[in-house]
């Protein structure tokens, strides 16, 4: 038996890295799995391996900046699952290492969009579920980027992370009263473009790591999807409101 046998969870930008690593983590504890991202190949792919060790999982297109893609995602878990009770938002487009002068108004408002634009649109639309089921867990994602001494080339990527914030204090807030918890995690951890940047510059990849008082990269199932399962299972009952950092001691956040 698992935590959380019986709840089912929107996963988004579950085909690869973070996304990944926690519907795995999630599968393991139990849950029942829609996954949607961009590349329904890459969504697909992990839903059949899931599916293979025995998981009750569905994958779907879905672009976190459409929303009508939100409206669908959440309608097509309904009616294969009979409800939601766990969102994860973690689909974003980001740009980083960018200084301001150098960041296009189209690059800022894609990330506005695929960040706080889509987190509220998923949160509003599973609400009604949640409420109707006897209450939920949502996780929104942050950045250890927004607590950095040196905010050089991280303002607009660490701004719509922390509006990301915002909402999910003022969602746990308003929604209390119906039993959903919304909390927010900040991750550093090994992903496909983390990969790629480090090939591209391994010295910065390097210092950056050495800011980490563990002094690794995270995993992106062992470290970020099992602190996923305990911030969406029973043991967290009377958290919300909150920004864990899962950075190894990159960032303290108040």
Known sequence: M??????????TGAGQGVGKGIAEALA??????????RTLSKVEKVAAELAAKGTRVKAIHAD?????DIESNVAQTVEAFGGVDILINNAQTVYTTIP???????????????????SFRYMKAC???????????????ATASSQRWDMAGYGPYAGVKQCIRS???????????????INTIAPYSLTPALEEWIKFAPEDAKKITSEVALGRIGDPKDDIGRAVVFLVGPDSHYLTGSTMPLDGGMANFG
Do not use: C
């Open 2 to 11: 698992g935590i959380l046998d019986g709840k089912v969870a929107i996963v």
């Open 28 to 37: 393991e504890a139990g849950a029942t799995l829609m996954l949607s991202g």
């Open 64 to 68: 976190v900046m459409k929303a009508e």
């Open 100 to 118: 301001l002068l150098e960041t296009t108004d189209q690059m800022f408002d894609e990330m506005y969009q695929s960040g706080p634009l889509a």
């Open 127 to 141: 609400h009604p579920h949640m409420k109707q089921r006897g209450g939920g867990a949502i996780v929104n994602f």
């Open 167 to 181: 909402l999910t204090r003022a969602a746990a807030a308003e929604w209390g009263k119906d039993n959903i918890r």
